[in-house]
């Protein structure tokens, strides 16, 4: 079955960097479109960034300059690079995947498959 892991969540200090993981198996990663979302206390989950198989990218205003998605296919892995953070980054962060037919996508929406999440806790 398709299983989505992440890793490298953890509390940290206002300003430091992070790098989330998301390894994918039990699918054919190259055709599925990836992508992060975080869910903060007492929140809705909200979209953070988002890659397609052909790797084009795209990414929240919230976290525009700061954050960098990208995937490497051969693991089978999409990465969340994650600087300046600051206390609003506070959250869980889920992995998330969908089939892509051709390269027309829908980066915000309609993922088939996701991660159990990781957490985030930055301190100010």
């Known amino acids: 079955q398709v299983q989505l892991v992440e890793s490298g969540g953890g509390l940290v200090q206002a300003g430091s960097s992070l790098r989330l993981s998301c390894a994918a198996s039990?699918?054919?990663?190259?055709?599925?479109?990836m992508a992060w979302f975080r869910q903060a206390p007492g929140k809705e989950r909200e979209f953070v960034s988002a890659?397609?198989?052909?790797?084009?990218?795209i990414i929240a205003d919230s976290v525009l300059g700061r954050f960098t998605i990208s995937r490497d296919n051969a693991k089978k892995t999409v990465y969340l690079q994650m600087n300046s953070l600051k206390s609003e980054d506070t959250a869980v962060y889920s992995c998330?995947?969908?089939?892509?037919?051709?390269?027309?996508?829908?980066?915000?929406?309609?993922?088939?498959?996701w991660g159990q999440g990781t957490a985030v806790t930055v301190s100010s």
């Open positions: 890659i397609s198989r052909y790797d084009a990218t």
């Open positions: 039990g699918l054919t990663f190259e055709s599925h479109q």
């Open positions: 998330a995947a969908r089939t892509q037919y051709g390269k027309t996508w829908s980066p915000r929406a309609g993922y088939e498959y």
